[in-house]
């Protein structure tokens, strides 16, 4: 395979390049809404380009009714995306070339561990307060056969990097274990879509929720082993519940579609996501 990597260009000649990129598993969520509007907004101001990705590689959580809703309730907010939408059930061959390109250099391996035994060892490292992860001992064994699903044989690192909001974080890659990329060579997994995608898709921010910052170190680690450039990343404080735990079901009403349908304006939506996390600092 060819090199993929180029060189990193000065900062100062960098497009911004933004994306949202939300999985089809439900209706477009009202924390999924303030991101793709901050990316939006990001982009818009630089002069930029916002695209829209839909990470539909789970077949069985990703539904055509998702993507439809989330579509639409983008749409009727009006964030408007400058490109895609781009779908990732239809980019699988791209996955598959770096997939096998691991396999072939000895980065990655099939772990044929059945889900019961990793439940069970997950459970017994927590009984030990050990960081429950999997460090797989067939990475070491050179076994072919292709059963269970495709790791990285992670290397032992600190991954560091500056988060536009949070400043700069630390992680210790010890505590991630032999990191799952793929289901097989077909179903790349989240984390290794992601990386390619933001890659080839020249993203130069990635701006999300602050739930994925324990994915960000798996991901850096991932460019820096196919030689890609990495973004900048921006993760936001999460929309909470009046309880502060991440909004869900059981607040009732998150997705965007359900204040449609009760009736509130897509103006009002945006103008309560845009100041949700700052204020005036008036009365
Ligand atoms: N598909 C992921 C999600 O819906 C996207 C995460 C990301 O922005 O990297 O949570």
Redo the contacts with the bound molecule.
């Keep these: 395979m060819k090199k993929i990597a180029k060189k990193r260009p000065k900062k100062e000649d960098v497009r911004i390049r933004t994306r949202i990129?939300?999985?089809p598993t439900g209706p477009l969520h009202i924390g999924t809404a303030r991101a793709a509007l901050f990316n939006y907004l990001f982009a818009k101001h630089n002069k930029g380009d916002f695209v829209l990705r839909i990470?539909d590689t789970d077949v069985e959580r990703s539904d055509k009714r998702f993507e439809k809703n989330i579509i639409d309730s983008l749409e009727w907010l009006g964030i408007k995306w400058t490109e895609g939408p781009y779908r990732q059930s239809e980019r699988l061959e791209i996955y598959k070339k770096y997939i096998q390109k691991l396999l072939e250099e000895g980065k990655a391996f099939w772990c044929p561990h059945t889900k019961e035994e990793l439940t069970e060892e997950k459970q017994r490292q927590m009984a030990n307060k050990e960081a429950p992860r999997h460090v797989c001992e067939y990475k070491t064994k050179k076994i072919k056969s292709k059963k269970g699903i495709i790791r990285l044989d992670t290397p032992q690192k600190i991954v560091e990097f500056e988060d536009l909001i949070r400043g700069k974080i630390k992680f210790d890659t010890f505590l991630l274990g032999d990191i799952a990329i793929a289901k097989n060579e077909e179903t790349p997994l989240?984390n290794l879509a992601?990386v390619i995608d933001d890659y080839l898709m020249e993203i130069s921010h990635?701006i999300?929720g602050e739930d994925?910052i324990s994915n960000t170190p798996k991901q850096i680690l991932l460019q820096e082993i196919f030689g890609f450039s990495r973004p900048q990343y921006a993760h936001l404080p999460l929309v909470l519940g009046p309880d502060r735990s991440k909004l869900s079901k059981r607040h009732n009403v998150v997705s965007v579609d359900e204040y449609r349908k009760a009736g509130y304006l897509p103006e009002a939506i945006i103008n309560f996501i845009v100041l949700l996390g700052w204020n005036p600092g008036t009365e």
């Design positions: 990129a939300p999985s990470e989240y992601v990635v999300r994925h």
